[in-house]
């Protein structure tokens, strides 16, 4: 079945940028919508935005302006991008697959999650 | 943006116990764009129910879920140990901002 895995460093320096990978394994990133999620330490969810397989994307307005996601077909990866990062950008990110083939699906599977910590 | 809330914060109870958590949305969900997850400890979300009522594949039958418009309820028919973890709504119908509610913990009482 398709399984997603997340990469990237777990350490990033306050106002820098935050570049996540999530590699797609069991399937094709193709005709899929994709997300991604965080979830900051002891707390609930929250969307960060979804690029469909073409390359069009959608983001969360409270995000929006420091958020980029990319998708690379020839390797089955998607990524995401967040510059001038600070402490309130510490979170587990997620990445997600849209478990229909419209936008409007829920998430389904998850990637497993990777903590990012923003340092000062 | 369709901000959800859900009810209660925190379920005390013991298994085989049921269980009702609510999610209200400030808006109506349009075609019941509804969702369900459960997340435990140090894991990733976990799809339950979607469509409001609809179960994911291989979830068990005592999850289900209800509910339109603005008001949506899972229920657990009988807890069992493995179901103690935080249950989250989600709404994807308004698809240029997608929102979870706060989450309702289970925890035994």
């Known amino acids: 079945q398709v399984q997603l895995q997340e990469s990237g460093p777990g350490l990033v320096k306050s106002s820098e940028t935050l570049s996540l990978t999530c590699t797609v394994s069991?399937?094709?990133?193709?005709?899929?919508?994709w997300s991604w999620i965080r979830q900051p330490p002891g707390k609930g969810l929250e969307w960060i935005g979804y690029?469909?397989?073409?390359?069009?994307?959608t983001y969360n307005p409270s995000l929006r302006g420091r958020v980029t996601m990319s998708v690379d077909r020839s390797k089955n990866q998607f990524s995401l991008k967040l510059t001038s990062v600070t402490a309130a950008d510490t979170a587990t990110y997620y990445c997600?697959?849209?478990?229909?083939?419209?936008?409007?699906?829920?998430?389904?599977?998850w990637g497993q999650g990777t903590l990012v910590t923003i340092s000062s | 943006e369709i901000v959800l809330t859900q009810s209660p914060g925190t379920l005390s109870l013991s298994p085989g116990e049921r269980a009702t958590l609510s999610c209200r949305a400030s808006?109506?969900?349009?075609?019941?764009?509804l969702a369900w997850y459960q997340q435990k400890p140090g894991r990733a979300p976990r799809l339950l129910i979607y469509?409001?009522?609809s179960r994911a594949t291989g979830i068990p039958d005592r999850f289900s879920g209800s509910g339109s418009g603005t008001d949506f309820t899972l229920t657990i028919s009988r807890l069992e140990p493995e179901d103690f973890a935080v249950y989250y709504c989600?709404?994807?119908?308004?698809?240029?901002?997608?929102?979870f509610g706060p989450g309702t913990k289970v925890d035994i009482k």
């Open positions: 997600a697959r849209h478990g229909g083939r419209y936008s409007t699906s829920p998430f389904d599977p």
């Open positions: 690029i469909y397989y073409t390359g069009s994307t």
């Open positions: 469509g409001a009522s």
């Open positions: 069991g399937g094709s990133v193709n005709n899929y919508y």
């Open positions: 808006q109506s969900i349009s075609i019941n764009y």
């Open positions: 989600q709404q994807y119908g308004g698809s240029t901002r997608i929102t």
